[in-house]
């Protein structure tokens, strides 16, 4: 299927990029750290390598996608590696119709984004790709496999059941296109290193007790799928093109043999970057590594009254001099950095310097400017392209909360219905009550895309009652949250509930949760008698009720609730 349909915003962003799909060299010494180094060594070097990188915030990444993703036949195309459908880049930052910002190794696994383990890996390029929408629903967070029988098939996407000694566990697995199964298994093998000190809450793939991170049947897949399909121009292509925005590589793309030496035939051995064809060595010539010259910092869109941080590593090898940065040109007032200097040891280390700059738009519009690097004892300079978009402050309606759908004894889906203004994503706030050791606990999870109206849970417990509300979030800014929607114990209904009321389904009967007096409730059957009639409704009033199905109604809430009682 064709989709001509284009999510329409401006597009300047994309138009003034320097260029697109534009390949760059290997910096000189980049890989030095990985010479003479094998086995845990090996790959421990490569974690601080990768990890030391610029961040992105999530709502920026079509921006970059449109250089990283791009066809080279025609880069208003974008190259979706889980559909032959044919998308168009349309300009601005937030996205094309009919597509997903997909982490190919599941932001589940991990948790996503956290107090204690950041953006870097909720947001780095290096394993998010554009991602045809349906294909990402059903690939869901499943493992990376061999189907047995398909549940689902597009042509480049496959989705069912494993086969036997894959899955780790899971049910089904995702099976990508044999044109794109060894990007994949370069994609984990780069993020098995990156995020190794990651502890994974989904061991499907991964592992908490070896320094491997994958596990061993994994390893035997992604190694014969690495070997089976060759690096293409298109990984090397966008192995270049974040090295422009993220200012790190995928050295298991420059280096095909590299996993080899990791979780392959080569495993002991030592890795020498002359033998791996490595010809950016160091000279001892005063070199900077990072950021290379032609780097953009584009931090997408900002509200007004907002700003926003990005880290740029500036890293550097033989400096025999301080280094000098500076902004200037153009909207320099817009963005800030808190030294004007670097010391030669900070550049000179193993993970460089994180120079802080920062975006705080004064007024609406395009705001672009230069970060200019010199001095240290290099020969000229380096330029990073700084630019950014203020948008007026967002207004964001309260979401309305739907019953949920497809409650099983393990899960259900969350559903709410969409809002007329533009969201960057959703937030889903859960509290979670079990009947037997009354406890309750909260967890909030953020949707990876906009235009879903939907999320599936596999968490459920029995004996535990989910209630869940919904936000917006845009820009920084936050919707209120929505009504609550209850799944009782039994899983046999989900039940709306009115803040600041909620109705708990229990055996015989139901549990009111409220904050405040909420006055009168009437009960009625489902012929519209009224069978019970509550003064002063109260928190924790328990109301007994023969089986069946009721509606209960109350003077302060205009929602009137179902509940059923087995």
Same mark, same amino acid.
């Given at each position: ?6 999510y ?28 003479? %180094?094998?086995g845990? &060594? ?7 390598? !990768?990890? /030391? @990188?610029?961040?992105?915030? $999530? ?47 599941p ?27 349906e ?8 493992p990376?496999?061999?189907v ?32 794109? %199964?060894?990007?994949? &298994? ?7 290193? !990156?995020? /190794? @000190?990651?502890?994974?809450? $989904? ?8 320094w ?20 293409s ?23 095909p ?5 990791i979780w ?94 920062t ?12 970060l ?51 969201v ?5 706030t ?19 895309n ?35 929607i ?21 055996d015989?009967?139901?549990?009111i ?30 109301i ?13 809430c ?9």
């Amino acid at each position: 299927m064709i989709h001509n349909r284009l999510y329409r915003f401006v597009a300047a962003a994309v138009l003034t990029m320097a260029s697109l799909c534009a390949s760059a060299n290997i910096p000189a010494g980049y890989y030095s750290s990985l010479d003479g %180094k094998s086995g845990q &060594a090996l790959k421990d070097a490569i974690h601080e390598l !990768a990890l /030391q @990188h610029t961040t992105f915030s $999530y709502g920026s990444l079509w921006i970059y996608f449109a250089e990283t993703d791009c066809r080279p036949e025609d880069k208003s195309k974008v190259w979706d590696m889980y559909s032959d459908n044919t998308y168009y880049f349309s300009g601005g930052s937030r996205g094309v119709y009919g597509m997903h910002k997909e982490h190919s190794l599941p932001k589940s696994w991990w948790g996503g984004y956290d107090e204690t383990q950041g953006y870097a890996g909720y947001t780095d390029i290096n394993h998010l790709y554009p991602a045809n929408g349906e294909a990402n629903l059903e690939k869901s967070n499943f493992p990376l496999g061999e189907v047995s029988s398909a549940t689902y098939d597009n042509g480049v996407t496959k989705v069912g059941p494993p086969k036997t000694g894959q899955g780790g566990g899971c049910y089904a697995v995702f099976e990508p296109d044999d044109r794109y %199964k060894g990007d994949f &298994a370069r994609t984990y093998f780069y993020m098995a290193c !990156a995020y /190794q @000190h990651y502890s994974w809450k $989904y061991t499907y793939m991964m592992t908490n007790n070896s320094w491997k991170t994958l596990n061993e049947w994994s390893i035997d897949m992604l190694c014969r799928w690495a070997r089976n399909d060759a690096v293409s121009d298109k990984e090397v292509d966008r192995n270049d093109a974040v090295q422009h925005f993220q200012n790190n590589r995928n050295p298991f793309i420059d280096f095909p043999e590299l996993f080899e030496y990791i979780w392959g035939d080569k495993q002991g051995q030592v890795f020498e970057l002359s033998e791996a064809g490595d010809t950016t060595t160091y000279t001892g010539t005063p070199e900077l590594i990072a950021p290379t010259q032609g780097t953009v910092l584009d931090f997408g869109e900002v509200a007004l009254g907002k700003s926003l941080e990005y880290t740029l590593y500036v890293k550097g090898r033989g400096l025999n001099n301080p280094l000098s940065v500076q902004i200037y040109r153009y909207d320099s007032e817009m963005f800030s950095i808190p030294v004007t200097t670097i010391s030669r040891t900070a550049s000179n280390s193993a993970e460089g310097y994180p120079l802080k700059v920062t975006y705080t738009p004064t007024t609406t519009g395009e705001h672009m400017s230069r970060l200019l690097i010199s001095d240290g004892g290099l020969t000229g300079s380096v330029g990073v392209e700084l630019r950014a978009r203020c948008l007026p402050i967002p207004t964001l309606t309260r979401l309305e909360a739907l019953p949920a759908t497809g409650i099983t004894s393990t899960g259900y889906i969350a559903n709410w219905r969409a809002p007329e203004e533009d969201v960057d994503y959703y937030i889903i706030t859960r509290t979670i009550y079990n009947k037997n050791t009354g406890e309750t606990r909260t967890e909030v999870t953020t949707t990876d895309n906009s235009d879903i109206t939907s999320y599936t849970f596999d968490d459920r417990q029995p004996d535990e009652t989910h209630t869940y509300s919904v936000q917006s979030y845009r820009l920084g800014y936050i919707s209120e949250p929505s009504n609550v929607i209850t799944i009782d114990m039994s899983g046999l209904t989900g039940i709306e509930a009115e803040k600041p009321l909620q109705v708990l389904t229990m055996d015989g009967g139901i549990l009111i949760k409220c904050s405040e007096d909420v006055g009168q409730a009437r009960i009625y059957n489902l012929a519209g008698q009224e069978i019970c009639r509550i003064d002063n409704l109260k928190d924790n009033m328990v109301i007994e009720l023969p089986r069946g199905i009721y509606l209960l109604k109350t003077a302060t809430c205009r929602t009137a609730w179902k509940v059923a009682i087995r």
